[in-house]
């Protein structure tokens, strides 16, 4: 899943919460002479109280922006500053704008890990809680204003959120959002496409739509032939239980590609979800270059993590093929020189040993070996 589409608006989303603020926001700003004339005394009380509650988020904002505060006081701003608004969409519940600044403010502070803010916890991390609050406010933006442009800029972040995220219905509203961003900006360029169907195919992955998502990346392998699209694609092939066209495709990318991919998530700009998905990735490519050792190892902390559960009867038939394998190959190195192993094939009995132990009897479900952090992981200081 690759978040670099929205960098432009991603770097400047602290600023753009400072020069979006800066226009007033009056409810009924389309209402003519007579409309406000015919106000009632509450709804004149109601339109005053809006325009002081936009008033104060705006300036919270703007405060919190600054910089200049402690991270205690940044956070009470950015608190005061949504509360502010949200008391603005309850005095006028049909008026868009304050959702919208709720959502922008929350973003930038608590989420956006690509712009510096004191709060945010770290590239490709999210919280939960704030990604749902940021959720609630953009899908009531669009409900309530689905015209406005402004729309189709915050689709692709609201894909990834929901993508985080992770539920089932998470996932199914990634995907609308992908499909629609799609839909609405027929002329982006082929790289931007190429990342949104990229990251379309991935969360039809996670749906269980392999067909559509084989479609998906061998359209955006076509427009942007990049690693991470190719591995997707060779992902959702193996896991479509065609393992052949999976396996060509990483050797015919090669060993230096693959370093560029371990770069792009070790970076963060590429990201998989939930976090032991990277290793089923991991354990595919080495697979295929040629690295059972590392390749088992890898299967190992897959199913130990327990991503995808509908995935996990594939990659363990993978992990077994691999190690009959090497058990057919240490049959035949000591049928031909006595009990002489190689260095690799001792490594793989002692995590054999280390497996069984933690498996209990029990497959591959997570055991005393199999529990993440127990497991050995993969070299080359993978995260």
Not at 199 to 223: F, H, K, P, T, W
Not at 288 to 297: C, F, P, Q, Y
Request: hydrophobic residues 40%; contains cysteine; glycine residues 8%.
């Amino acid at each position: 899943m690759s978040r670099g589409t929205a960098l432009a608006r991603g770097a400047a989303a602290v600023a753009l919460v400072v020069t979006a603020l800066a226009t007033p926001a009056r409810a009924g700003d389309g209402d003519d002479v007579w409309a406000e004339a015919s106000r009632t005394e509450d709804e004149a009380a109601a339109r005053t109280g809006y325009d002081q509650a936009m008033e104060d988020g705006d300036r919270f904002a703007t405060l919190a922006a600054s910089g200049s505060t402690s991270t205690g006081a940044t956070i009470r701003l950015v608190e005061s500053a949504v509360n502010a608004y949200e008391l603005a969409a309850s005095l006028e519940p049909t008026e868009a704008e304050p959702h919208f600044r709720a959502g922008e403010v929350l973003f930038a502070f608590y989420l956006d890990c690509r712009v510096v803010s004191k709060l945010c916890s770290g590239p490709g991390k999210t919280k939960d809680a704030q990604a749902k609050r940021v959720l609630a406010h953009w899908h009531a933006f669009e409900q309530l204003a689905p015209l406005d442009p402004r729309v189709t800029d915050l689709l692709f972040d609201r894909a990834l959120l929901h993508t985080k995220l992770a539920t089932a219905e998470d996932i199914a509203l990634s995907i609308a959002d992908y499909e629609a961003l799609i839909d609405r900006e027929p002329n982006a360029i082929d790289r931007e496409k190429a990342i949104w169907l990229g990251n379309l195919a991935e969360s039809d992955m996670m749906a269980g739509r392999l067909e559509d998502s084989i479609a998906a990346y061998q359209e955006a392998v076509r427009l942007s032939p990049t690693p991470s699209i190719f591995y997707g694609l060779a992902v959702a092939y193996d896991r479509d239980e065609q393992g052949g066209k999976a396996r060509e495709i990483i050797q015919a990318l090669g060993v230096e590609q693959f370093e560029l991919w371990v770069d792009e998530v070790q970076r963060g700009s590429t990201f998989y979800v939930p976090d032991g998905e990277v290793y089923y990735y991991l354990a595919l490519i080495e697979e295929a270059l040629g690295r059972s050792d590392d390749a088992i190892v890898a299967w190992r902390v897959y199913l130990a993590s327990g991503a995808h559960p509908e995935f996990q009867p594939r990659a363990r038939a993978n992990k077994a093929a691999l190690e009959a394998a090497q058990a057919a190959a240490g049959a035949a190195t000591t049928g031909t020189q006595g009990t002489t192993r190689t260095d690799k094939a001792d490594k793989a009995d002692k995590a054999d040993k280390a497996d069984k132990a933690g498996k209990a009897g029990k497959g591959d479900k997570p055991g005393t070996a199999d529990k993440p952090g127990t497991v050995k992981p993969p070299p080359r200081g993978w995260p």
